[in-house]
């Protein structure tokens, strides 16, 4: 049942500066016929149905070196729906599963170790030996995709597929906004970045009554700053050389023509989300938020980041990582959207599987807030 599949594969590992492209951002990429096996023991075999364009995926495709593990060639994608197509041996009937039920597979697959801790406690995401599916195994950009059958959490009913696809990214969110967290009513909270981590970040936020504030650089204002505004969130444009904390202590005028940020306080906020990468943003991250606040950390970064560490100590602030997430954060992540705390629908644009390449491109050089590839899925 050996089949030869269309996929979208990592093959360079050239660094690109998106800023300064020298030729197509997407020349670490190329889509090709590849072979896909049958399912071996525990494994399924699944057609993609939409499956989402994650900010690591463009990451490892510029060449980043927080990506330089990842082993090339590779499939990559992680952010999914797929429909289940056959078992392999002993994977048949795994949590009531069947052959056409749709499901989102949780990229982080944990050791199983007894003795690895992250496993025991069923967070994958804090396993040191997790593999993660699109990076350490061949993913989702692909006609057809095997993975392990424990990985798949079934599509809440009333859900759709493309939904599904958001799942993913959603679920990292949300474990960092509402488990990491403490959002209330009445608080200002700052998400730095405005990729699609940083906007969905701020939609948690809002659902959770909080007033948001999205930061981005210039090249952001005509798409995703543009769409963050729509959605009721303060736009604040970081220019070169330009921080956060001094922006929020100049003034910056709200939505609803008030101060953002505490008064008082010199516009300091009560929680900031961070989701830029930008290593100068999370430098200077506790400089903006008030004595005892939340700094969120979500990105990851290419470099070391200078940190004020006596600074940080005297200011009684909590800052937590969030790496990943776990099937309970899935099933979090799918009661969001049934409940409508979060809508993919205004960030969503769908392409066509055979437009893969634009859809990348797209992606890296900011264009669209989110990226949906149509792989089996109706457009
Ligand atoms: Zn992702
Ligand atoms: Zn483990």
Redesign the pocket.
């Known amino acids: 049942m050996t089949d030869t599949v269309t996929a979208l594969r990592l093959l360079g590992s050239e660094a690109i500066d998106p800023f300064d492209p020298k030729g197509p951002l997407t020349r670490n990429l190329a889509v090709e016929r590849v072979r896909v096996g049958e399912p071996g023991p525990g494994e399924v075999l699944v057609e993609p149905l939409f499956v989402?364009v994650?900010?690591?995926?463009g990451s490892a495709s510029l060449g980043k070196s927080n990506f330089s593990w990842v082993k090339r060639p590779r499939t990559i994608g992680?952010?999914c729906s797929v429909r289940i197509v056959a078992f392999g041996p002993g994977a048949e009937g795994y949590g009531g599963l069947k052959a056409g039920d749709v499901v989102c597979p949780v990229?982080m697959r944990g050791c199983g170790d007894p003795r690895c801790r992250g496993c025991r406690n069923g967070r994958w995401n804090y396993c040191r030996r997790k593999q993660i599916l699109g990076f350490h195994r061949d993913g989702a950009l692909a006609q057809r995709m095997v993975l392990e059958v424990d990985r798949c959490v079934p599509l809440r009913a009333g859900l759709t597929a493309l939904q599904g696809a958001v799942v993913?990214?959603l679920s990292?969110v949300a474990q960092g906004v509402l488990r990491k967290c403490t959002i209330r009513p009445g608080m200002d909270v700052v998400v730095t970045g405005c990729g699609i981590m940083g906007l969905i970040a701020a939609e948690l936020c809002k659902s959770a009554g909080a007033r948001v504030a999205v930061t981005g650089i210039e090249r952001d204002r005509e798409v995703r700053l543009k769409l963050a505004q729509e959605r009721g969130f303060t736009p604040i444009v970081i220019g070169p050389g330009e921080t956060l904390h001094e922006k929020l202590k100049a003034g910056v005028e709200a939505l609803d023509g008030t101060r953002f940020g505490d008064d008082f306080e010199g516009g300091l906020v009560d929680a900031l989300i961070e989701c830029s990468g930008a290593p100068q943003a999370l430098a200077t991250a506790g400089l903006g938020v008030h004595l005892e606040g939340q700094i969120c950390v979500i990105a990851t970064y290419p470099s070391s980041v200078p940190f004020e560490a006596t600074a940080f100590t005297r200011s009684g602030q909590v800052m937590s990582g969030v790496m990943g997430s776990s099937r309970e954060d899935f099933e979090t992540a799918m009661l969001l959207i049934e409940r409508g705390a979060f809508a993919i629908e205004p960030y969503a644009q769908v392409y066509a599987f055979d437009r893969v390449l634009e859809a990348m491109d797209d992606s890296m050089a900011a264009r669209t807030p989110k990226a949906i590839m149509a792989v089996n899925g109706r457009a």
Do not use: I, K, R, Y
Not at 54 to 57: A, H, R, V
């Open positions: 989402g994650c900010g690591s995926d992680h952010e990229p993913e990214p990292v």
